[in-house]
């Protein structure tokens, strides 16, 4: 299998606490993010996002 770098920005206290549940479950970080990546990649799951635009009135 070809590995494949990969990079991208991520809110750092998620990164942490991450970080912090691998090394507490005793998996690495990459392993946790492919299966991720490959169960979603296939339908497992979907993420729901909800955005909220609210009108700041003067009064």
Do not use: P, W
């Amino acid at each position: 299998m070809v590995r494949k770098h990969f990079t991208t920005t991520i809110e750092e206290s998620i990164s942490q606490a991450f970080k912090e549940s691998c090394a507490e479950n005793k998996v690495r970080m990459n392993e946790v993010l492919e299966a991720f990546m490959k169960s979603y990649s296939a339908g497992e799951f979907k993420v729901e996002m909800e955005y909220k635009i609210s009108k700041n009135e003067d009064k």
